[in-house]
């Protein structure tokens, strides 16, 4: 299965709303959540409340064997490839704990308009 995670981050109001969607191999629409957070600084930290919400929720369905993909070139790169993003590791940290409770979870990288397209076919 594929969880697609998506945010939209609004720097004057400090706001970012981010939603995922989980498909199964099929492309078939099991569950999919939207979540608004206030407060948020940066476009980084936009990242990662999203992508550490993401994984939580995932936990919380109790699913396993599943591929995470987004548009977390840094932090997904951080958790790979540590060497490789070495500004990002206290985030790949963060998210390695979080996919710790997740039997078989992947990261992989995807483009924004691609999650874009595939959140809107389904009007998450």
């Known amino acids: 299965m594929m969880c697609n995670v998506g945010f939209d981050w609004n720097r004057s109001k400090n706001l970012v709303g981010g939603g995922w ?11 999919y959540s939207r979540r608004a957070f206030s407060n948020i600084k940066s476009r ?21 064997n599943i591929i995470i993909a987004g548009e977390f070139l840094e932090m997904f790169g951080a958790v790979e490839r540590p060497q490789a993003w070495p500004s990002f590791l206290h985030y790949a940290g963060q998210i390695e704990l979080s996919m710790a409770g997740i039997v078989g979870c992947k990261l992989q990288v995807v483009t924004r308009e691609t999650t874009e397209e595939l959140l809107s076919l389904h009007k998450v």
């Open 21 to 31: 969607v989980i498909r199964n191999e099929r492309g078939v629409v099991v569950v």
């Open 44 to 64: 980084d930290e936009a990242r990662l409340v999203v992508i550490l919400w993401s994984l939580e929720s995932m936990r919380s369905h109790k699913m396993s």
